[in-house]
């Protein structure tokens, strides 16, 4: 028994494939912009080559694998509403949590969240300063003495530049003569 499990063939353990999430290809990225041209492109033609050609991937495995993330985001917003997750309750907790939270720092954080939410937690100056660049911003404070107009001059010192990197411009410049002559 023993001399036959001895010369019996050996049969290589398969193993799975190593996945890398972070890489080349793009399998595991939030695609919705894809998504949503799929379910509009679907409303057209179902050949999945076809869908290929629509929505810009490479392969028709790509297509079906846009398909499933959409199923998954439909599951997982079904869930969210069976478990009572909406956006009235979200923003009601966080009402809740400015109204009465118990650290002032808790109130104030979910007032930020809110007026985030609204686009009103930044406020700009005027329309007028916001299209201004930084070159006219400088020259308006230079012109109204904020800043002053004599300022000394600067000297720039350059680093000193190895041998063997002068050696190397001065080669290409005499090659690049070589070329128009």
Known sequence: MKEESI???VVPKKLKPVVFVKGHYDYHRQNKFQQNLLLKAMQVTTDPKELRRIIGVKTV????????KLAIRKEYHE??????IDLDSIVGGIKGLAECGEMETTRLSAYRVLLRSLGLDEYKESEVDNKKSWED???????NNKIDKNIDKYEVVLPEI???????????EEMGKSIYE
């Open 79 to 84: 869930a969210l509403l069976r478990n009572g």
């Open 137 to 143: 911003v400088l020259k308006e404070m230079v012109e």
């Open 61 to 68: 495995a790509d297509v079906y694998r846009t398909l499933d």
């Open 7 to 9: 010369n019996a063939e």
């Open 162 to 172: 190895p041998e063997e990197e002068k050696k190397r411009l001065a080669d290409e």
